[in-house]
Nanobody, 123 residues
Framework: QVQLVESGGDLVQAGGSLRLSCAAS????????MGWFRQAPGKEREFVAS????????IHLDSVKGRFTISRDNAKNTVYLQMNSLKPEDTAVYYC????????????????WGQGTQVTVSS
């Protein structure tokens, strides 16, 4: 089992920044892909970004490119999502996920999920 705990969500004004953290524990594997997803009220959970523990392959959703950056600290088993220039449409619950997806953006291919952290961006 792998446990994922997100933190860092908050209420912020448009144009502001937040850094989300996802701490992984348990039977973590260096093969796992780590992903960030988000779900706004009434909408499907959507892919935001992903990163591999080794190799550093990174993918970002088009709408967050240039604003969000995913990174990792292997020594701390932690993945981060730095979010800059936040917009009201970024408001959502942000989830961390881990697994061995064939396609990094497919949520159904991630095995482990955190409980989510709320990000609210006011206009």
């Amino acid at each position: 089992q792998v446990q994922l705990v997100e933190s860092g969500g908050d209420l912020v004004q448009a144009g502001g920044s937040l850094r989300l953290s996802c701490a992984a524990s348990g039977r973590t594997s260096s093969r796992y892909v780590m992903g960030w997803f988000r779900q706004a009220p009434g909408k499907e959970r959507e892919f935001v970004a992903s990163i591999t523990w080794i190799g550093g392959s990174i993918i970002h959703l088009d709408s967050v490119k240039g604003r969000f950056t995913i990174s990792r600290d292997n020594a701390k088993n932690t993945v981060y999502l730095q979010m800059n220039s936040l917009k009201p449409e970024d408001t959502a619950v942000y989830y961390c996920a881990a697994g061995l997806p064939q396609s990094f953006s497919r949520k159904n291919e991630y095995k482990y999920w955190g409980q989510g952290t709320q990000v609210t961006v006011s206009s």
